[in-house]
């Protein structure tokens, strides 16, 4: 089955630092991908996504590109704060099928922690 | 206003209680998905509602049931809860390609 493996945190990193979590995939065809991020005592939110190879979704600064080759989609920020504090989860969903209608279930990794100090 | 809105945030209960958890969503999405975040923070789905019809029912305990009366609303029901039943469950919607809106989540305690 389909399945996603992030790096395990917790990451701490001073602020201004430059930030990578790592995610990889398992999945057949050509799934959808997606980092969420889930601040402290909130739900998930959708911080990007890439729906097909080589695309490169961004947002707040982050980015994360869709390799194929590697079946990696790596979050990057150039320079983090301490508002990024948080949860990131990376996750895919496979593409429509015609018994699954547009019901589609999201995969999500472990969850990798992120604090960031002043 | 809210889009996807889970009631109530917080519930404790005791053991063999039956709760439920009310889930609307003012996006007009036509599919509803029910998550547990267990306290390693690992999500896993539970179920899926595609225009009012089951379409996603992982392997959850029976005890579990979710309803559907329209397109706008997916409650969860449980009956006899457990301790292990504790968790943050979060209730989301999607429509097509796009990721999910995810509600706030509803904290489950069960002593």
């Known amino acids: 089955g389909d399945s996603v493996t992030q790096m395990e945190g917790p990451v701490t990193l001073s602020e201004e630092a430059f930030l990578t979590i790592n995610c990889t995939y398992t999945?057949?065809?050509?799934?959808?991908l997606f980092w969420y991020v889930q601040y402290p005592g909130e739900g998930l939110q959708l911080l990007l996504k890439a729906t097909k190879a080589d695309d490169k979704g961004s947002n707040k600064g982050f980015e994360a590109t869709y390799r194929k080759e590697t079946t990696s989609f790596h979050l990057e920020k150039g320079s983090v704060q301490v508002s990024d504090s948080a949860v990131y989860f990376c996750a895919l969903s496979p593409r429509p099928s015609f018994s699954s209608g547009s019901a589609r279930q999201l995969t999500f990794g472990s969850g990798t922690q992120l604090t960031v100090l002043p | 206003d809210t889009a996807v809105s889970q009631t109530p945030k917080y519930l404790v209960t005791q053991m063999g209680n039956d709760k439920s958890i009310k889930c609307e969503q003012n996006l007009g999405h036509d599919t509803m998905y029910w998550y547990k975040q267990d306290s390693k923070k690992f999500l896993k789905i539970m179920f899926s509602?595609?225009?009012?019809?089951?379409?996603i029912n992982e392997t959850v305990p029976n005890r579990f049931s979710p309803k559907s009366p329209d397109k706008a609303h997916l409650n969860l029901h449980i009956n006899s809860l457990e301790l292990g039943d504790s968790a943050v469950y979060f209730c989301?919607?999607?429509?097509?390609?796009?990721?999910?809106?995810f509600g706030s989540g509803t904290r489950l305690t069960v002593v």
């Open positions: 509602y595609n225009n009012k019809e089951l379409i």
């Open positions: 999945a057949t065809g050509y799934p959808s």
């Open positions: 989301a919607s999607s429509r097509g390609l796009d990721g999910y809106t």
